[in-house]
């Protein structure tokens, strides 16, 4: 499984951006795939995670802002992210994992994700 994330970049607050996510290497993305974010001297956190039912479960953070959805014939995840925050400011990474049940997915933390990619950078201004 690879995963290729694109479409950050940087932005004033209140601003918008698109991330995408394009796996490879399997035949479907009908597992657990979820958005995190690093910033600068801080924790990877999760952003958005989307289960097998593609129920997807959002932090706090981002409640009303991000929306996060699965492609299925394009095996492609994105992230829309609106009325950005310089608190938004980070590298955002796809990840996924086969074998995640629903239930650990929605609330997962990073080392429970098997497959990541490069990441993206975000920047917003203020």
């Known amino acids: 499984v690879q995963l290729v994330e694109s479409g950050g970049g940087s932005v004033q607050a209140g601003g918008s951006l698109r991330l995408s996510c394009v796996l490879s290497?399997?035949?479907?993305?009908?597992?657990?795939m979820g958005w995190f974010r690093q910033g600068t001297g801080k924790e990877r956190e999760r952003v958005a995670s989307?289960?097998?039912?593609?129920?997807?479960d959002y932090a706090d953070s981002v409640k009303g802002r991000f929306t996060a959805s699965k492609d299925m014939a394009k095996k492609t995840l994105y992230l829309e992210m609106t009325n950005l925050k310089p608190e938004d400011t980070a590298m955002y990474y796809c990840?996924?994992?086969?074998?995640?049940?629903?239930?650990?997915?929605?609330?997962?933390?990073?080392?429970?994700?098997?497959?990541w990619g490069q990441g993206t950078q975000v920047t917003v201004s203020s």
């Open positions: 290497g399997y035949p479907h993305i009908r597992f657990c």
């Open positions: 989307v289960d097998t039912s593609d129920r997807v």
């Open positions: 990840a996924a994992d086969r074998f995640l049940p629903p239930l650990l997915c929605r609330s997962t933390s990073p080392q429970n994700l098997g497959h």
